[in-house]
């Protein structure tokens, strides 16, 4: 089947309304963004997941709090956020924070400082020394290193391919899986392009946070496009699908020359996701907005 041609943000691409299953969104409350309530769990194998903006997810598992990447401020140097910011201190105590590379947007001390507990920040190697300044506990990790972040549950550095700064440390960038007892895998990309060993660990992925934009108008080598992202949900195989890092980081006053990359992405990522993985559910969500997964059992695990 011929795929309509696309440029970099994933334009192009199928018609509106042809896309994968949508699945739970934003809900109305009074949760840690105003106007959006946390899902309560149900369940031992659920997982309560809500979307902070960016590639900031904080993630109610069973025992433990997890959180990734955080940016909790309104502007990064030129960059303004669009959408609300977390209340102030609303987010409540975090046990383990996952930070997939050395990007200011994605490591942000500042925002670290702000987060409740005593959190266990788990960091790609090389980058350990700056959380330690900031009075936080770091664990560093290089791609295949597996750390036990509760009882029964574990996080494993996975390979991603992002560019580096050349003015950043010298520490590469990666993603994680984090996985409960006997139940498939969350997998947290982090900032990647694709690359044929994402296939290496489909089998242990269930539900996939991945990202669909940037914040340009314009997509950088080193990320994935709502198409491409599309393709990595095809071929993890994932269930659940969640777009991450996009609407959020925006120069001022370009989205009225170019709105649609801060607006679209997760839409075409919808609709691409009907095209290449009709199986997998995608649940888009407004920033702040929440939604609960029941974890699948793997059949590989012990």
Known sequence: MTTPAADASGRGGPSAGSGARAGSGARAGSGLIAGHDPVSSTLETDVNLQWLGHATVLLDLPGLRLMTDPFLRDRLGPLR??????????IGAVDVVVISHA???????????????????????????????????????????????????????VPARH???????RAAAIGYLIEGPGRAGIYFAGDTSPFKAMRDFASRVDVALLPVGAWGPHVSP????????????????????VPIHWGTLYPPG?????????????????EWAGRFSPATEVRALEIGGATRIDLQANPTKP
Not at 81 to 90: E, I, M, N
Not at 163 to 169: F, G, N
Not at 222 to 241: E, F, I, K, M, W
Not at 254 to 270: H, Q, V
């Open 254 to 270: 370009l989205e009225r020359w170019f709105g649609g990359r801060l607006t679209e992405p997760a839409a075409r990522f919808t």
């Open 222 to 241: 080193g990320h994935l496009t709502p198409r491409s992202a599309a393709q990595v949900a095809s071929d993890l195989g994932a269930r659940v699908a």
């Open 103 to 157: 990007h200011p947007d994605h490591f942000d001390r500042a925002s670290l400082r702000a987060i409740g507990g005593n959190p266990l920040v788990i960091i790609p190697r090389g980058l350990g020394g700056r959380v330690g300044r900031i009075g936080l506990r770091a664990r560093e990790v290089s791609v295949g290193e597996r750390v036990t972040i509760g009882p029964d549950w574990t996080i494993t550095a």
């Open 163 to 169: 560019w580096r700064w050349p003015s950043a440390p």
């Open 81 to 90: 956020r669009h959408g609300p910011l977390p209340r102030s201190g609303a």
